[in-house]
């Protein structure tokens, strides 16, 4: 079954700094790409969908990176700051299979 | 719209008892799925449902965890016979369910499990 593997586990960066995040996954059907973002205390929040068909996504102060053929999605953070701390998952479904897997997480600190 | 609720926050038990943990999903969202959150593994799939029905269970632990969803209002999580390694965070989560696999997830703030 569909593995991913998420880079790395705990980020730490000053704030104004880039963060990038990335999740390889071993599927080659998977479609379907998810970035969440989990506050402290908080529940998970879509931060992007992402389709199999783009490449560069471009959020509000972020883009998602996708490189279909080393299977690696990436979330880039641009000049972070303290409200981006927070913990990131990646999520990854193929077309028919409703059971998404997620990367295990980063835990984002940005310091001021 | 109050989001997929999860009762209760947080939940201690003593090694061996029982444990029932509460979903109300988002109204009119058909599929309703069950997680397992621990620093270590992230998230870990534990079943799925659409429209009630039980789908997939795959990820359940077989001897002492079940799920039910009598209703499309609410779905149960049940572990008896709690141990030590069950503690961990469980969520729940619904979305639409339009027989495609790239619908968001809507999540609940967890329940909190300890187990002692």
């Known amino acids: 079954g569909e593995q991913v593997e998420q880079r790395p586990p705990h980020l730490s960066v000053r704030e104004g700094d880039s963060a990038v995040i990335t999740c390889t996954y071993t599927d080659p059907n998977s479609y379907y790409f998810f970035w969440y973002k989990q506050e402290p205390g908080a529940s998970l929040q879509l931060l992007m969908k992402?389709?199999?068909?783009?490449e560069i996504n471009e959020g509000q102060g972020f883009t998602v990176l996708l490189n279909k053929k080393d299977k690696r999605l990436s979330l880039n953070l641009t000049a972070a700051h303290p409200g981006d701390s927070a913990a990131y998952f990646c999520?990854?479904?193929?077309?028919?299979?409703?059971?998404?897997?997620f990367g295990a997480g980063t835990r984002l600190k940005v310091i001021a | 719209n109050a989001g997929v609720i999860q009762t209760p926050r947080h939940k201690v038990t003593g090694k061996g008892q029982e444990a029932t943990l509460w979903c109300e999903p988002i109204?009119?969202?058909?599929?309703v799925f069950w997680y397992r959150q621990t620093i270590v593994q992230g998230l870990e799939f534990l079943t799925y449902?659409?429209?009630?029905?039980?789908?997939?269970d795959s990820g359940m632990p077989k001897e002492r965890f079940s799920a039910q969803m009598p209703n499309q209002s609410h779905s149960t999580l049940k572990i008896q016979s709690t141990q030590p390694q069950d503690s961990a965070v469980y969520l729940c989560?619904?979305?639409?369910?339009?027989?495609?696999?790239?619908?968001?997830?809507?999540f609940g703030h967890g329940t909190k499990l300890s187990v002692l």
């Open positions: 992402v389709f199999s068909s783009t």
């Open positions: 999520a990854v479904s193929a077309p028919g299979n409703y059971k998404y897997v």
């Open positions: 449902f659409r429209n009630q029905a039980p789908i997939d």
């Open positions: 109204s009119g969202h058909s599929a």
């Open positions: 989560a619904s979305s639409l369910d339009r027989g495609i696999s790239n619908e968001r997830l809507f």
